[in-house]
């Protein structure tokens, strides 16, 4: 079946400016985690929907950050009033709840001018 | 603060030579660790450990957890140029938080 999507699968916009990343988990997945990704670092959590449970906030670096799971499926990241350091790769993954393999979706990659 | 820590950040072999690469991790409410192969933006995974001592084996990578000294090992074994990647490491948490090591670039020279 099909895996992880992501898009747009690059993002280029203007500092101050609002961005919405969206991931598509694979079918049948309850489990969905956003990462961040910076040049040469390693996978920072940002944020962890398990089902219709209340997400895990608990990575998201500033209040600008906020993700949303309609229906138990499709997630939003949005990122509002972008800065340079929020320049990264943004990669989405899903997995059976219970199970502890992620599945990773290819990615956005957002550069702020 | 939980920390993963990889080790060493970046190493250059030749082919048919074998590599170990290390994680350890301080992370409260640890309930397993995870190794991952990232060659372009993607992650792909390569073994889940939850038990000390049980070695996992697939082709020429195999992986052994220590939950005593708090570390892990990633063993490949006659090395091909198509193994270098990134190598990450992950602790998850019993919340199933995920907490990622910097990882380990391997650049494997014909």
């Known amino acids: 079946g099909a895996g992880v999507s992501q898009s747009p699968s690059n993002k280029v916009t203007e500092k101050g400016k609002d961005v919405e990343l969206r991931c598509d988990p694979i079918s049948g997945h309850t489990a969905l985690y956003w990462y961040r990704q910076s040049l040469g670092q390693g996978l920072e959590f940002l944020i962890y929907f398990q089902g219709n449970s209340a997400p895990d906030k608990s990575g998201l670096p500033s209040d600008r950050f906020s993700a949303e799971r309609t229906g138990g499926s499709v997630s939003t990241l949005t990122i509002q009033r972008t800065q340079q350091e929020d320049s990264a790769v943004y990669l989405c993954?899903?997995?059976?709840?219970?199970?502890?393999?992620?599945?990773f979706g290819p990615g956005t990659r957002l550069t702020v001018l | 603060e939980d920390k993963v820590v990889q080790s060493p950040l970046s190493l250059v072999v030749h082919e048919g030579d074998t590599v170990t690469l290390n994680c350890s991790y301080e992370?409260?409410?640890?309930?397993?660790l995870l190794w991952y192969k990232q060659e372009k933006k993607a992650p792909t995974f390569l073994f889940m450990l939850t038990s000390s001592g049980i070695e996992k084996k697939s082709g020429r990578l195999s992986s052994i957890l220590d939950k005593k000294e708090l570390f892990s090992i990633l063993n490949i074994t006659a090395t091909q140029t198509g193994d270098s990647a990134v190598y990450l490491c992950a602790a998850k948490k019993d919340n199933n938080d995920m907490r990622f090591g910097a990882g380990t670039r391997l650049t494997v020279k014909p």
């Open positions: 992370v409260t409410n640890f309930r397993s």
């Open positions: 993954a899903s997995s059976e709840w219970g199970y502890n393999e992620q599945f």
